[in-house]
Protein backbone atom coordinates (compact mmCIF):
# COMPACT_ATOMS: atom_id res chain seq x y z
CA UNK A 1 0.00 0.00 0.00
CA UNK A 2 1.26 3.34 -1.22
CA UNK A 3 1.16 5.93 1.69
CA UNK A 4 -0.57 8.38 0.04
CA UNK A 5 -3.22 5.95 -0.67
CA UNK A 6 -4.06 5.75 3.31
CA UNK A 7 -6.27 8.97 4.51
CA UNK A 8 -6.11 7.53 8.44
CA UNK A 9 -2.42 7.87 7.94
CA UNK A 10 -2.81 11.09 6.76
CA UNK A 11 -5.52 12.40 8.93
CA UNK A 12 -3.87 11.22 12.06
CA UNK A 13 -0.34 13.19 10.87
CA UNK A 14 -1.95 16.59 9.92
CA UNK A 15 -4.19 16.55 13.08
CA UNK A 16 -1.35 16.05 15.49
CA UNK A 17 0.35 18.63 14.47
CA UNK A 18 -2.75 21.03 14.52
CA UNK A 19 -3.50 20.09 17.70
CA UNK A 20 -0.20 20.76 19.48
CA UNK A 21 -0.34 24.24 17.60
CA UNK A 22 -3.62 24.85 19.15
CA UNK A 23 -2.73 23.87 22.83
CA UNK A 24 0.77 26.00 22.52
CA UNK A 25 -1.43 29.03 21.02
CA UNK A 26 -3.54 29.06 23.83
CA UNK A 27 -0.97 28.67 26.60
CA UNK A 28 1.04 31.54 24.74
CA UNK A 29 -2.25 33.63 24.39
CA UNK A 30 -2.61 33.22 27.99
CA UNK A 31 0.56 34.56 29.31
CA UNK A 32 0.03 37.96 26.98
CA UNK A 33 2.16 36.76 23.49
CA UNK A 34 0.31 37.66 20.32
CA UNK A 35 0.94 34.53 18.34
CA UNK A 36 1.88 34.69 14.04
CA UNK A 37 2.97 31.90 12.30
CA UNK A 38 4.62 31.38 9.04
CA UNK A 39 5.35 28.31 6.89
CA UNK A 40 9.16 28.03 6.43
CA UNK A 41 8.73 28.15 2.76
CA UNK A 42 6.68 31.80 2.75
CA UNK A 43 9.65 33.14 5.04
CA UNK A 44 12.54 31.79 2.23
CA UNK A 45 10.17 33.13 -0.72
CA UNK A 46 8.56 36.35 1.23
CA UNK A 47 10.73 37.35 4.01
CA UNK A 48 9.50 41.07 3.09
CA UNK A 49 5.82 40.06 3.30
CA UNK A 50 6.78 38.28 6.91
CA UNK A 51 8.42 41.42 7.95
CA UNK A 52 5.27 43.20 6.83
CA UNK A 53 2.89 41.26 8.97
CA UNK A 54 5.15 41.36 12.01
CA UNK A 55 5.90 45.08 12.30
CA UNK A 56 2.15 45.63 11.59
CA UNK A 57 1.10 43.23 14.63
CA UNK A 58 3.79 45.08 17.00
CA UNK A 59 2.20 48.61 15.72
CA UNK A 60 -1.23 47.01 16.17
CA UNK A 61 -0.33 45.82 19.75
CA UNK A 62 1.53 49.14 20.60
CA UNK A 63 -2.15 51.23 19.74
CA UNK A 64 -3.85 48.45 21.67
CA UNK A 65 -1.94 48.96 24.54
CA UNK A 66 -2.03 52.53 24.44
CA UNK A 67 -5.51 52.88 24.93
CA UNK A 68 -5.33 51.44 28.34
CA UNK A 69 -3.49 54.49 29.67
CA UNK A 70 -6.25 56.84 28.45
Same mark, same amino acid.
Given at each position: ?? *????????????????????? /????? !?? !???? /? &? *??????? !??? &???? /?? /????? #????? #????????
Amino acid at each position: MQ *RGSNPDYWIKKIEKPQIRDSE /VNKKS !LF !LGWT /V &I *RFWGKDI !LKN &IDEC /VR /VIQET #IFQSK #ITNSDDFF
